[in-house]
């Protein structure tokens, strides 16, 4: 059979898929999913890199897993050799259910069809450190006294015997963990090594879906670009979900990063190994340093942490001097990463430029990349003769991929193809976006109280029920301390850095208002009435680093820096926040933005109305209480009153 009905019936394999035997489960046929499959597949088959902007609710995974399946079939029939497919993304969570909800229930409409005989099988893959080294464990295990140890801590060491990767082990400490994991050069002489067995079976060729993180993607792409072993299996195409996030990713493996954490980890391992002197020292030292990188960014510029990392230089040097040689092998690359981190923060070096990110815990990361990297991930990533399908719901604003083009290193590759997927969501009926007549005005004295006042008259339209998206920390802290001036009548909750903890209560409060920042503009599922109210009181431009003063320098103008790179990434910004809103077909919702420069006629707001989907426009809070009691049932305000 030649190449062309090979072609012809991969596609038609789409269509029956989608057409076919998702409906016999229940699943709603959306045309515009099958849509964006054949545009993946057809990049898959051309040797492309396909550009992929769905929205959400479009459906990409179950779109990426079937265009992947057709075209291994597809090569197959032209009696091509079996590669597996690389699957990356950001979220475990992502990488979990793809894996174990997914791709299970996709296997079983094929076989049942009799497309495939054999199920479709994916492993996920993670770097060296999430797996338990048996030599190691046996070792930890008999330097400890089980009874004095913590029980829950000793239970999960135990545990570990019958569990390969140890994020699966809950209580097991961070100390331990360092303790038991492969290292980087594994020179284990056992026979019967569950982590060598562990890669010879991903090796084995039956899976199809290799499912990896962005991190090791990326640290896969540069040993092989430095002629290194390679960390993964030769793929026959690359499929980059939450791609938005790759840039940010390439950011830090291309460079250092430093957080209290690391700083922290150093001193438990030297109190661990009983040099209690050593690590008295590096805390004390380290104190002034570790109270600022506890606290979120907050715009402050880099600088701000540079004279903090003298005393702790000074004390690692002494530190790595004396006791370098004392030490296990974990310890002393651990006291040679933090020692040559600190120095390189606290001197600088001219190739790198140093900024500031909030780290995992809502505190601040310190972070130095190479001043071009675009042309590392040219080098890198879009070298390797493989086919690509990069997708997120927030990769373009409107049809305009250029800015996520231009921070991947994309933007003059021939291969790319860009295709954007509306959202199936009725937003013209289930949502309203509020932006009010007179909203708080930024630079008055009385901002905060203006800017409460508002916040609770909409609460009080919507009955609760809010999610309220800061900029930063500041905002939202003099938010809280004025909302109760108001009649505040919901529970309210502060995002801090218990983060799932307080979304859980949250969501367990019915008709409660949270109040977060950072990272919770992306990444949180509402679903339901939980939020229907989503207020933003001010848009989410970037605050200026040195990274951006260094973008600045490719443009003539400031005014053609604003239109090309910060109106850009605020909007993509934007359009993540109004994620939270709607996350089903039955959601309802209010999308309040307060912030003056969006309002009508106002500087940004043709930038605001382009970024987000077609829906009514209001600036009454008449109408915001109007359209709640239109789409609510009598429960939503039976929550509100209890």
């Not at 076989?111 to 030599?135: F, N, W």
């Not at 990188?293 to 040097?317: C, I, M, N, V, W």
Request: net charge neutral.
């Amino acid at each position: 059979m030649n190449y062309d009905n090979n072609r012809q019936n991969a596609h038609n394999e789409i269509d029956r898929i989608f057409k076919v035997l998702f409906p016999t489960r229940n699943m709603v046929e959306r045309p515009e999913q099958a849509a964006l499959c054949h545009r993946m597949l057809d990049a898959m088959l051309e040797g492309g890199i396909a550009l992929c902007d769905a929205g959400t609710g479009i459906g990409k995974t179950y779109a990426y897993l079937v265009a992947g399946t057709v075209y291994s079939r597809f090569r197959a029939a032209c009696g091509l050799g079996p590669k597996p497919i690389l699957v990356s993304t950001s979220s475990i969570a992502l990488q979990t259910a793809a894996r174990d909800e997914y791709l299970p229930l996709l296997s079983e409409l094929l076989t049942e069809d009799g497309m495939i005989a054999q199920p479709l099988q994916a492993v996920i893959r993670k770097g060296k450190s999430h797996y338990v080294c048996d030599e190691r464990l046996e070792r930890r295990l008999g330097q400890l006294d089980l009874q004095r140890k913590n029980w829950k801590a000793g239970a999960a060491l135990l545990s570990l015997w019958g569990q390969l990767d140890m994020d699966e082990t809950a209580h097991l400490s961070g100390y331990d963990r360092e303790r038991v994991c492969v290292p980087r050069i594994c020179e284990c002489q056992r026979e019967t090594c569950r982590y060598r067995a562990f890669l010879e079976d991903c090796d084995s060729g039956q899976y199809l879906f290799q499912i990896c993180n962005h991190n090791l993607l990326l640290a896969d792409a540069i040993h092989r670009g430095s002629g290194r072993k390679p960390i993964l299996p030769d793929v026959c195409a690359l499929i980059v979900d939450e791609a938005h996030k790759l840039p940010e990713t390439a950011r830090q493996m291309f460079g250092v990063t430093l957080a209290a954490e690391d700083i922290r980890a150093l001193t438990h391992s030297l109190r661990g190994e009983r040099f209690l002197l050593a690590a008295e020292v590096l805390t004390d030292s380290a104190k002034s340093l570790l109270r600022k990188l506890d606290r979120p960014p907050e715009g402050k510029p880099f600088g701000h942490y540079q004279k903090s990392l003298a005393a702790p230089e000074r004390s690692l040097t002494v530190i790595h001097r004396q006791l370098h040689s004392l030490l296990t092998p974990a310890t002393r690359r651990r006291l040679k990463n933090v020692s040559s981190s600190v120095a390189l923060f606290h001197q600088g070096h001219p190739d790198m430029v140093f900024y500031t990110e909030e780290d995992a815990h809502g505190g601040t990361m310190l972070c130095a990349t190479i001043a071009d990297l675009t042309a590392q991930l040219r080098q890198t990533l879009w070298r390797q003769e493989r086919p690509a399908v990069l997708t997120s719901a927030t990769l373009a604003v409107g049809e305009d991929f250029r800015r996520f083009k231009e921070e991947t290193g994309l933007l003059t590759d021939s291969r790319v193809t860009e295709s954007v997927s509306l959202s199936p969501f009725d937003y013209q009926q289930n949502c309203l976006l509020y932006l009010p007549k007179f909203p708080p005005r930024q630079k008055a004295a009385a901002y905060y109280d203006e800017l409460a006042k508002e916040i609770a008259a909409l609460l009080d339209a919507a009955q609760g029920h809010a999610l309220a998206l800061f900029t930063s920390y500041a905002a939202m802290s003099a938010v809280k301390e004025r909302l109760p001036d108001h009649g505040l009548r919901y529970p309210l909750f502060t995002m801090g850095r218990s983060a799932i903890h307080t979304t859980e209560q949250f969501k367990a409060s019915p008709g409660s208002v949270l109040l977060a920042a950072g990272a919770a503009w992306e990444g949180f599922d509402f679903p339901g009435d939980c939020v229907s109210l989503l207020i933003i009181p001010r848009l989410p431009f970037a605050v200026p680093d040195a990274l951006k003063e260094k973008e600045r320098e490719n443009h003539p103008t400031l005014r053609l820096f604003i239109r090309a790179v910060v109106v850009p990434e605020m909007q993509i910004k934007l359009k993540q926040g109004f994620g939270r809103a709607i996350r089903t077909e039955t959601d309802t919702c209010v999308v309040a933005i307060l912030d003056e420069r969006a309002a009508k006629g106002k500087r940004y707001s043709k930038d605001v109305l382009a970024a987000l989907p077609e829906m009514p426009v209001t600036g009454s809070l008449e109408d915001v209480a109007r359209f709640i009691r239109q789409v609510k049932g009598p429960d939503y305000f039976r929550e509100a009153s209890a």
